[in-house]
Nanobody
Framework: QVQLVESGGGSVQAGGSLRLSCAVS????????MGWFRQAAGKQREWVSS???????RYADSVKGRFTISKDNNKNTLYLQMNNLKPEDTAMYSC????????????????WGRGTQVTVSS
């Protein structure tokens, strides 16, 4: 059983930074993709960023240049460094692992965490 647990969310003012973490545990699962997603109140979940096994990273246009995805394979942990946060970044952020789509920039992932709340005030 693969488990993903996010941490690092919180409340910050616009322009601030947060770093989210996603700890992956369970068996020796090595996902082809890992990603971050967010869902604001009343809106659909959206893909934010992803990283593949070869290290290729992709970002949604709304976060490009402000967010950085990375992973530490030794610690089985995925990160999302978020800088210059904006009020429109307010959402529940979730991580996910494994996808049938090799480009990884998709909502179709196999395993999901429960999420961590990020609130950005103006």
């Amino acid at each position: 059983q693969v488990q993903l647990v996010e941490s690092g969310g919180g409340s910050v003012q616009a322009g601030g930074s947060l770093r989210l973490s996603c700890a992956v545990s369970g068996s020796s699962y090595s996902p082809n993709c890992m990603g971050w997603f967010r869902q604001a109140a009343g809106k659909q979940r959206e893909w934010v960023s992803s990283i593949s096994t070869d290290g290729t990273t992709r970002y949604a246009d709304s976060v490009k240049g402000r967010f950085t995805i990375s992973k530490d394979n030794n610690k089985n942990t995925l990160y999302l460094q978020m800088n210059n946060l904006k009020p429109e970044d307010t959402a529940m952020y979730s991580c996910a692992a494994g996808s049938s789509f090799s480009h990884c920039a998709t909502l179709y992932y196999y395993y999901w965490g429960r999420g961590t709340q990020v609130t950005v005030s103006s």
